[in-house]
């Protein structure tokens, strides 16, 4: 993904309700991103969330692993697509 690059994000795994196959047209989408932190914008991830929501129409939640809870670290990373 060119904008998450743009914004020092790498490994871009969609998770949640639409990696499932559980989205409507009211859910968010859950990313899950690696970032080189010397290399993110000074935006980061503000920046980021507010290019996705531009081009995707929708409410974007944007996570790292680190910041994952430790009670859904398992299955986010079990659900996670690759993008």
Not at 45 to 73: C, F, H, N, S, Y
Request: proline fraction near 2%.
């Amino acid at each position: 993904m060119v904008i998450a690059a743009n914004h020092g994000a790498f490994n871009v795994r969609v998770f949640g309700s639409v990696a499932r196959g559980e989205a409507d047209e009211e859910s968010d989408i859950d990313f899950l991103i690696d970032c080189d932190y010397t290399q993110v914008s000074p935006w980061f991830p503000g920046g980021l969330v507010l290019e996705l929501e531009q081009l995707l129409k929708r409410k974007v939640d944007v996570a790292t692993e680190a910041a994952l809870k430790e009670r859904i670290r398992e299955r986010v990373l079990e659900e996670a697509i690759l993008l």
